[in-house]
């Protein structure tokens, strides 16, 4: 949980105080890669990779365990706004099909954008905010987006085929597994848990690649992942989609914020502790700012 966060005033020319400064605090997340197709009835795609994790809360990290990022000063004068645009999750290709999946869409709030993650591959993966996992035949690793998520794996490169995990946001090492000798999926990586509305969430990871033969096993899907809305999670194995993105802010019960067209989770600012939060699901090109 994170301490009081201080701020001050502007002071004018002649003594008279000014607008409220303080310090904002967010996680902004985006769109994970959909998981890849083959041709074959039994697919053996990579898993999606999560969308980019990009954090400034607390003693928390940003993504593939880097360090947390500086906070925002922002001066409450209502007309100070942030533009707000939430990345959509990458789509799978259809059943049957010898493609790859698409990569997450960015997200934006001001000037922090989270990459979106890189889509699963029949063959390659996907570079993006985290690697998609590399489907049968292919064992390259595609990568992560520096400080915001890890590698996707590599598929198995010879039959029965399997493809690799989608790297995903957490830990020390954000990489999705390389498929296994056997039959054997990659696993997707891990997400990250943030605490900055004031209970632990885990959100982006990496989704699980898929096998080929007699008794496939499925890649392990990273905690975090799958197409669940808002969590910027990779997309599972058999073609899922990615999970949408969002922006978290933080900033002191002393100010309120001013949406022009951003969704909210709850529909209005919460509190927690001496702060408040808010928690935009859906917005595009639209604005915040604070009084």
């Known amino acids: 949980m994170a301490?009081?966060?201080?701020?001050?005033?502007?002071?004018?020319?002649?003594?008279?105080?000014?607008?409220?400064?303080?310090e904002l605090q967010?996680?902004?997340i985006a769109g994970g890669g959909g998981a890849g197709a083959s041709q074959y009835v039994s697919d053996s795609g990579g898993g999606g990779g999560a969308g980019g994790y990009r954090n400034s809360y607390a003693s928390e990290t940003s993504?593939?365990?880097?360090?947390?990022?500086?906070?925002?000063?922002?001066?409450?004068?209502?007309?100070?706004?942030?533009?707000?645009?939430?990345g959509?999750?990458?789509?799978?290709?259809?059943?049957?099909?010898?493609?790859?999946?698409?990569?997450?869409n960015n997200t934006i709030f001001g000037s922090i954008t989270s990459t979106g993650g890189g889509g699963g591959g029949t063959s390659a993966g996907n570079s993006g905010g985290s690697g998609g996992g590399s489907g049968h035949m292919n064992g390259s690793t595609p990568s992560g987006?520096?400080?915001?998520?890890?590698?996707?794996?590599?598929?198995?490169?010879?039959?029965?085929?399997?493809?690799?995990?989608?790297?995903?946001?957490?830990?020390?090492?954000?990489?999705?597994?390389?498929?296994a000798n056997y039959q054997t999926a990659g696993g997707g990586a891990n997400g990250l848990a943030s605490s900055i509305t004031g209970s632990s969430v885990t959100r982006a990871g990496g989704g699980g690649g898929n096998a080929q033969g007699a008794s496939p096993t499925q890649g392990s899907d990273g905690s975090g992942s799958g197409s669940t809305a808002n969590k910027g999670g990779g997309g599972l194995a058999n073609r899922g989609s990615?999970?949408?993105?969002?922006?978290?802010?933080?900033?002191?019960n002393t100010v309120t914020i001013n949406n022009s067209g951003c969704t909210f989770e709850t529909g209005a600012e919460q509190t927690d502790g001496?702060?408040?939060?808010?928690?935009?699901?859906?917005?595009?090109?639209?604005?915040?700012?604070?009084?």
């Open 26 to 28: 967010y996680l902004v």
């Open 145 to 179: 987006t520096a400080n915001q998520g890890g590698n996707g794996g590599g598929g198995k490169t010879s039959s029965p085929w399997a493809g690799g995990g989608g790297g995903g946001g957490g830990g020390a090492s954000g990489n999705g597994q390389t498929a």
């Open 88 to 104: 959509g999750g990458g789509g799978a290709p259809p059943a049957s099909s010898y493609s790859s999946a698409a990569n997450g």
């Open 63 to 86: 993504g593939d365990g880097e360090a947390t990022e500086s906070t925002i000063t922002v001066i409450a004068d209502g007309t100070t706004t942030y533009t707000v645009t939430i």
């Open 3 to 22: 301490g009081p966060v201080s701020f001050g005033y502007q002071v004018a020319q002649g003594g008279a105080t000014g607008p409220v400064e303080f």
């Open 242 to 252: 990615g999970g949408s993105g969002v922006v978290i802010l933080r900033y002191p």
């Open 274 to 291: 001496s702060d408040k939060y808010v928690v935009i699901t859906a917005a595009s090109g639209a604005t915040v700012s604070w009084s």
